[in-house]
Protein backbone atom coordinates (compact mmCIF):
# COMPACT_ATOMS: atom_id res chain seq x y z
CA UNK A 1 0.00 0.00 0.00
CA UNK A 2 1.01 3.58 -0.84
CA UNK A 3 1.59 6.27 1.97
CA UNK A 4 -0.15 9.16 1.02
CA UNK A 5 2.78 10.87 -0.62
CA UNK A 6 3.98 8.15 -2.89
CA UNK A 7 0.44 8.47 -4.41
CA UNK A 8 0.31 11.77 -4.79
CA UNK A 9 3.65 11.62 -6.22
CA UNK A 10 2.19 8.85 -8.53
CA UNK A 11 -0.84 10.67 -9.57
CA UNK A 12 1.31 13.64 -10.04
CA UNK A 13 3.35 11.39 -12.41
CA UNK A 14 0.14 10.19 -14.71
CA UNK A 15 -1.60 13.69 -15.18
CA UNK A 16 2.35 14.73 -16.44
CA UNK A 17 2.42 11.99 -18.87
CA UNK A 18 -0.68 12.47 -20.29
CA UNK A 19 0.01 16.33 -20.75
CA UNK A 20 3.59 15.12 -22.32
CA UNK A 21 1.59 13.49 -24.56
CA UNK A 22 -0.95 16.04 -25.48
CA UNK A 23 1.96 18.31 -26.18
CA UNK A 24 3.61 15.87 -28.09
CA UNK A 25 0.55 15.32 -30.27
CA UNK A 26 0.11 19.24 -30.65
CA UNK A 27 3.75 19.48 -31.88
CA UNK A 28 3.61 16.80 -34.35
CA UNK A 29 0.53 18.35 -36.21
CA UNK A 30 1.88 21.59 -36.23
CA UNK A 31 5.25 20.79 -37.36
CA UNK A 32 3.18 18.85 -40.24
CA UNK A 33 2.91 21.61 -42.73
CA UNK A 34 6.39 23.08 -42.44
CA UNK A 35 8.13 19.37 -42.86
CA UNK A 36 6.35 18.90 -46.25
CA UNK A 37 7.19 22.16 -47.37
CA UNK A 38 10.39 21.55 -46.94
CA UNK A 39 9.80 17.87 -48.64
CA UNK A 40 10.66 16.12 -45.17
CA UNK A 41 7.95 14.16 -43.33
CA UNK A 42 7.40 14.79 -39.15
CA UNK A 43 9.17 11.22 -38.89
CA UNK A 44 12.04 12.18 -40.62
CA UNK A 45 12.28 15.70 -39.21
CA UNK A 46 12.04 14.14 -35.66
CA UNK A 47 14.86 11.51 -36.58
CA UNK A 48 17.14 13.94 -37.74
CA UNK A 49 16.90 16.30 -34.75
CA UNK A 50 18.24 12.88 -32.84
CA UNK A 51 20.53 12.42 -35.19
CA UNK A 52 21.73 16.31 -34.06
CA UNK A 53 23.06 15.41 -30.64
CA UNK A 54 25.38 12.61 -32.49
CA UNK A 55 25.36 9.74 -33.85
CA UNK A 56 22.90 6.50 -32.94
CA UNK A 57 21.95 3.44 -34.13
CA UNK A 58 18.04 2.78 -35.04
CA UNK A 59 16.88 1.56 -31.89
CA UNK A 60 18.19 3.82 -29.91
CA UNK A 61 16.04 6.92 -32.39
CA UNK A 62 13.27 4.69 -31.46
CA UNK A 63 13.37 4.82 -27.90
CA UNK A 64 14.01 8.39 -27.60
CA UNK A 65 11.22 8.96 -30.34
CA UNK A 66 9.11 6.65 -28.90
CA UNK A 67 8.23 4.62 -32.11
CA UNK A 68 8.84 1.27 -33.50
CA UNK A 69 12.50 0.27 -34.68
CA UNK A 70 10.70 -0.71 -37.72
CA UNK A 71 9.30 2.85 -38.25
CA UNK A 72 13.34 4.36 -38.11
CA UNK A 73 14.39 1.83 -40.39
CA UNK A 74 12.01 3.10 -42.82
CA UNK A 75 12.67 6.49 -41.83
CA UNK A 76 16.28 5.95 -41.91
CA UNK A 77 16.12 3.86 -45.46
CA UNK A 78 14.30 7.00 -46.86
CA UNK A 79 16.71 9.50 -45.08
CA UNK A 80 19.74 7.42 -46.48
CA UNK A 81 18.25 7.74 -49.98
CA UNK A 82 17.62 11.02 -49.93
CA UNK A 83 21.60 11.57 -48.80
CA UNK A 84 20.00 13.14 -45.44
CA UNK A 85 22.02 10.91 -43.49
CA UNK A 86 24.93 8.32 -43.48
CA UNK A 87 25.20 4.60 -42.19
CA UNK A 88 28.97 3.75 -40.29
CA UNK A 89 30.26 0.84 -38.66
CA UNK A 90 29.13 0.62 -34.73
CA UNK A 91 31.97 -0.78 -33.01
CA UNK A 92 29.23 -1.68 -30.15
CA UNK A 93 27.04 -3.82 -32.75
CA UNK A 94 28.15 -5.13 -35.93
CA UNK A 95 24.52 -5.49 -36.86
CA UNK A 96 23.07 -2.37 -36.36
CA UNK A 97 25.23 0.77 -37.66
CA UNK A 98 25.16 4.34 -36.64
CA UNK A 99 23.63 6.73 -38.42
CA UNK A 100 24.97 10.49 -39.06
CA UNK A 101 23.73 13.63 -40.36
CA UNK A 102 25.18 14.30 -43.41
CA UNK A 103 26.09 17.95 -45.02
CA UNK A 104 22.63 18.01 -46.17
CA UNK A 105 20.75 16.91 -43.12
CA UNK A 106 22.29 19.73 -41.43
CA UNK A 107 20.82 21.94 -44.27
CA UNK A 108 17.94 20.55 -44.11
CA UNK A 109 17.31 20.51 -40.06
CA UNK A 110 18.26 23.76 -39.90
CA UNK A 111 15.58 25.09 -42.55
CA UNK A 112 13.44 23.63 -40.81
CA UNK A 113 14.35 25.07 -37.70
CA UNK A 114 14.66 28.34 -38.54
CA UNK A 115 10.96 27.86 -40.57
CA UNK A 116 9.60 26.56 -37.26
CA UNK A 117 11.16 29.46 -34.60
CA UNK A 118 9.14 32.10 -35.70
CA UNK A 119 5.38 30.17 -34.98
CA UNK A 120 6.89 28.44 -31.62
CA UNK A 121 8.28 32.01 -31.10
CA UNK A 122 4.70 33.31 -31.00
CA UNK A 123 3.34 30.33 -29.26
CA UNK A 124 5.43 30.33 -26.50
CA UNK A 125 5.58 34.13 -25.56
CA UNK A 126 4.17 34.34 -22.16
CA UNK A 127 6.34 31.05 -20.75
CA UNK A 128 9.66 32.02 -19.81
CA UNK A 129 12.83 30.86 -20.88
CA UNK A 130 13.99 29.45 -17.09
CA UNK A 131 10.52 28.15 -16.78
CA UNK A 132 10.71 25.91 -20.15
CA UNK A 133 14.39 25.24 -18.88
CA UNK A 134 13.37 23.65 -15.45
CA UNK A 135 10.47 22.05 -17.45
CA UNK A 136 12.90 20.27 -19.40
CA UNK A 137 15.19 19.45 -16.09
CA UNK A 138 12.32 17.88 -14.31
CA UNK A 139 11.80 15.57 -17.66
CA UNK A 140 15.22 15.04 -17.65
CA UNK A 141 15.17 13.73 -14.21
CA UNK A 142 12.40 11.66 -14.59
CA UNK A 143 13.73 9.82 -17.50
CA UNK A 144 16.91 9.09 -15.41
CA UNK A 145 14.87 7.72 -12.61
CA UNK A 146 12.82 5.64 -14.89
CA UNK A 147 14.90 5.54 -17.64
CA UNK A 148 16.21 2.63 -20.22
CA UNK A 149 19.40 0.75 -18.21
CA UNK A 150 20.41 -0.37 -21.82
CA UNK A 151 22.79 1.69 -23.55
CA UNK A 152 21.91 4.54 -25.80
CA UNK A 153 23.95 3.91 -28.69
CA UNK A 154 22.91 0.35 -29.55
Keep these: MLSTD ?6 AYRLLMADVYELASLSRRSSDSVAAAHGVTVT ?3 TMS ?7 AVPAIARRLGITRQAVQRTTDQLL ?19 RLTRSGHSTLRRL ?18 RLASAR ?3 REILAAIGDPRPSRI
Excluded: K
Design 137 to 139: STL
Design 50 to 56: VLSGGDA
Design 81 to 99: AAGHVQALPNPEHRGSPLI
Design 44 to 46: QWH
Design 6 to 11: ERERVD
Design 113 to 130: WSASEGPRSEALQSIPAD
